[in-house]
């Protein structure tokens, strides 16, 4: 089996390391990628002459998805919306501006995103996905497996799993894995909250998306012991609904409208 300079070497080599940080397409964009992932693509270069035009072929094609995200549906959805809700009242008026602010967000971030992976590929380094169609996602678990995908993945890895390892070897919930699952949780989103700012809609907003991972998996539990699980056609497309509603409730919290009134 043949090795990689990872697995060859203890310590990471100085130059992969100031490259990983100062790598211009994701330096900006919080954990996009991992260094172990980026160093196994450094060990790919150079590139052959067709990958290379493979590369910014496909480069090219997300580079003009970043364009039409960020700086055409999400630049007329903060004109024609944001803009003309902000300083109105109103249940409706509230709605309406979460619904608008969520799908500014998705596409503010996700062509954000898309410009990072797309000159990722120029210099041959594949950046991860960081949104796979997270408004079809039927639960909170997996809406956050679709939606900042990097955030989510590196709170699993550092917070949820470290948390878990020691209350599991410490015995803090004397065995009860389901109680340590949810502190996890909410200790992992309450973090995730922390992370995008100290504000009190930042804090709550991760309270929040905490509370919702619980309680989805708890009436999961909860209807898969009683057997009252459906595979009527119906329940995706209910579930869809409902998890992008409370998402969106979410993202409301985030945006701060709540908070200024």
């Given at each position: 089996?043949?090795?990689?300079?990872?697995?060859?070497e203890?310590?990471?080599?100085?130059?992969?390391?100031?490259?990983?940080?100062?790598?211009?397409?994701?330096?900006?964009?919080?954990?996009?990628?991992?260094?172990?992932?980026?160093?196994?693509?450094?060990?790919?270069?150079?590139?052959?002459r067709?990958?290379?035009?493979?590369?910014?072929?496909?480069?090219?094609?997300?580079?003009?998805?970043?364009?039409?995200?960020?700086?055409?549906?999400?630049?007329?959805?903060?004109?024609?919306?944001?803009l003309?809700?902000a300083?109105?009242?109103?249940?409706?008026?509230?709605?309406?501006?979460?619904?608008?602010?969520?799908?500014?967000?998705?596409f503010?971030?996700?062509?954000?995103?898309?410009?990072?992976?797309?000159?990722?590929?120029?210099?041959?380094?594949?950046?991860?996905?960081?949104?796979?169609?997270?408004?079809?996602?039927?639960?909170?678990?997996e809406m956050?497996?679709?939606?900042?995908?990097?955030?989510?993945?590196?709170?699993?890895?550092?917070?949820?799993?470290?948390?878990?390892?020691?209350?599991?070897?410490?015995?803090?919930?004397?065995?009860?894995r389901?109680?340590?699952?949810?502190?996890?949780?909410?200790?992992?989103?309450?973090?995730?909250?922390?992370?995008?700012?100290?504000?009190?809609?930042?804090?709550?907003?991760?309270?929040?998306?905490?509370?919702?991972?619980?309680?989805?998996?708890?009436?999961?539990?909860?209807t898969?012991?009683?057997?009252?699980?459906?595979?009527?056609?119906?329940?995706?497309?209910?579930?869809?609904?409902?998890?992008?509603?409370?998402?969106?409730?979410?993202?409301?919290?985030?945006?701060?409208?709540?908070?200024?009134?």
């Open positions: 089996m043949l090795l990689s300079r990872w697995d060859l203890a310590t990471p080599r100085a130059a992969d390391v100031a490259s990983y940080l100062l790598f211009a397409p994701t330096i900006s964009a919080g954990p996009i990628d991992r260094f172990r992932h980026f160093t196994r693509a450094l060990d790919g270069l150079p590139r052959l067709h990958d290379y035009l493979r590369d910014v072929e496909a480069g090219i094609h997300r580079i003009a998805q970043g364009l039409l995200y960020k700086f055409i549906l999400a630049n007329l959805i903060y004109r024609n919306a944001l003309p809700l300083p109105r009242t109103g249940a409706l008026v509230t709605a309406g501006y979460m619904y608008a602010y969520s799908l500014y967000l998705f503010d971030f996700a062509g954000y995103s898309a410009f990072a992976i797309g000159v990722g590929r120029f210099f041959g380094i594949g950046v991860p996905e960081n949104f796979n169609a997270p408004f079809i996602s039927r639960s909170f678990g956050w497996n679709r939606w900042h995908i990097s955030l989510s993945w590196w709170l699993r890895d550092h917070v949820y799993m470290r948390f878990m390892l020691h209350a599991t070897r410490r015995r803090w919930f004397r065995g009860n389901q109680r340590a699952h949810h502190v996890a949780l909410l200790l992992t989103m309450g973090l995730m909250g922390c992370w995008h700012g100290l504000e009190l809609p930042y804090v709550v907003y991760g309270l929040y998306q905490g509370v919702m991972l619980v309680a989805y998996d708890a009436i999961g539990r909860w898969d012991r009683r057997g009252l699980v459906s595979e009527a056609r119906w329940v995706r497309p209910a579930m869809i609904v409902l998890t992008v509603n409370l998402f969106c409730v979410g993202l409301l919290i985030f945006s701060g409208r709540l908070f200024t009134r």
